[in-house]
């Protein structure tokens, strides 16, 4: 019987030719090898069709885990289906941690580097950027590792799954730290345009919260060994009790609020590992834009309010500092970083998208590789310097298109 498989939204449905759990590294090579196309399936929560594959389908679950911490270079080499959410806190037992960390830690350490998933903070890069090395399983099997000194290398640790499949990654680290959270409500709109650069800038990590109508919310991350932070001048108010992103949702699920010091990964994400992230019923996009157009990209989204409003939950605003890699939707720029929670109500997002991608056009918007969008092959290739280096590298690496699939073929045709 042929397998069913759904994504974590439920909007991504495909039945691959066959599903398949290696528990040994030999079993997986030997796996990848024989079949024809092959896609791996992380934590499930890309919204685009990014692993579905008439083929082979892989899970890494069952494969071994490992954390080989090297505490004299600052590097960890890390199983590549780790979630991590089980990272982190191994890390931080060692002394060590690291810089950044995306919203929620439910997702796999390969998943979240393939698609440019990242955190907040104008010192931050995408979490990608911390990768150092990679080993591969290739098309005939071979294990390969690709190391960061090859001048391919940043075509390598955002790679969308369609150079081979990771079976570890290796890291960057950096001393442990911890970090104090804060919420500020009631940001008005004239105070986020115009102390934009003062507020995402005022501590390690930064995300503003709004529904583009109303006043904002502003969530504080500051490291422990940092400055203080006080957003009071800009008219928003601290916060007396936990928040949830979502205003009327109860902040249970959410990391610790308050200004109560504790390690860093229980702080850097807004959810908590093991509870339900985000909304829950949801669809998601998000958009990298050019930090200095900054302004320019709040207003237009907030005069496209009355278009959005239908179907936003909630959007997260937040910066992200520019980076080296080819396919990193912050490659080349420092990016504000604008993501949507919509409504899982895939006809009327669909609609609502191009009219979002119109607004804004003028500023060159890089789409979330996990996420929903509607840009077409043939503008988003002008939005990269690198894409005609990244479809080289494939070519080289997977020459037949085995780690292709209708996605990632229509934005990067391979194979002979």
Known sequence: MTPTVRN??????????????????????????RADHVRVRGAGHSFTALTATPGLLLRLGR??????????????????????????????????????????????VAGACATGTHGSGDDNEVLASAVSAVRLVRADGRLTTLTRDSA?????????????????????????????QHVYEELSWPSLLENHREIFGCAHSVSVFTDWTRPSAVWVKRRADGPPVD????????????????????A???????????PWHERLPHFRTGFTPSVGVELQSEYFLPLDHAQDVLRALGDLAPVMSPVLQVSEVRTVRGDALWLS???????????????????????????????????????????????????????????SDFQRL???????????????????????
């Open 329 to 387: 939707p912050s490659s080349r720029r420092p990016s504000l970083v604008v993501h949507f929670t919509w409504v899982l109500d895939v006809d009327a997002v669909t609609r609502v998208l191009p009219e979002v991608e119109r607004a804004l056009a003028p500023w060159s918007p890089r789409p979330h590789w996990g996420k929903l969008f509607a840009t077409p092959p043939q503008v988003l290739r002008t939005r990269y310097d690198h894409w």
């Open 152 to 180: 391919d290398f940043p075509g390598v640790a955002v790679s969308l799954g369609a150079l081979g499949v990771l079976t570890h990654v290796r890291l960057d680290l950096v001393p442990t730290y911890e970090v104090e």
């Open 231 to 250: 957003l009071g001048w800009t008219g928003a108010r601290r916060a007396v009790r936990p928040r949830h992103p979502v205003p009327h949702l109860s």
């Open 252 to 262: 249970e699920n959410c990391t610790e609020q308050l200004g109560i010091p504790g």
């Open 394 to 416: 494939r070519r080289e690496l997977d020459p037949t298109g085995k780690f292709g699939n209708p996605l990632v073929e229509s934005y990067f045709p391979g194979g002979d």
């Open 63 to 108: 494969l071994p885990r490992s954390v080989e911490v090297d505490a004299t270079e600052m590097t960890a080499w890390v199983s590549a289906g780790t979630k991590l959410g089980e990272l982190a806190p191994l890390l931080h037992e060692q002394g060590f941690a690291l810089r950044t960390l995306p919203s929620l830690p439910h997702v796999s």
């Open 8 to 33: 974590w939204a439920g909007n991504v449905v495909f039945s691959p030719g066959s599903v398949r759990a290696p528990r040994t590294l030999t079993r997986l090579q030997e796996l990848v090898a």
